[in-house]
């Protein structure tokens, strides 16, 4: 009997015993900090009704920490909400901060 191939990438399964005897089941990845950055940015790229192109995620293990700019507060948590969703990605902190712009409406940047 040998060992079944795995998958690249593929999570793994880890137990965590909490306090009070509870025990959890929870995902790991292989995945470099740097896949995980690649990512997020594809995800968020994708997305619609978002302008990511001002949205740069840097991993820190398995949180990811959004930085850079969005115009509104609803773009801003479309963004965490995807990079949540991103596998290897376990917790997600946003310093996304907002331009109150909208695509293509010049008039409505800061001075």
């Avoid at 999570?11 to 089941?25: D, E, F, K, N, Y």
């Avoid at 917790?91 to 800061?110: F, I, M, Y």
């Amino acid at each position: 009997m040998g060992k079944e191939p795995v998958e690249p990438n593929a999570p793994s399964l880890v137990l965590l015993s909490r306090p009070g005897g509870a025990t959890i089941m929870t995902a790991t990845t292989d995945k470099t900090e740097a896949q995980l950055e690649d990512d997020v940015a594809a995800r968020l790229a994708s997305l619609p009704d978002v302008d990511a192109s001002e949205i740069r995620p840097r991993a820190e293990g398995t949180k990811v920490i959004l930085e850079g700019s969005v115009d509104t507060v609803f773009s801003a948590r479309k963004a965490v909400l995807c990079a949540e969703a991103v596998d290897g990605v376990h917790d997600v902190e946003s310093h996304l901060k907002l331009t109150g712009r909208k695509d293509g409406d010049p008039s409505a940047t800061s001075h």
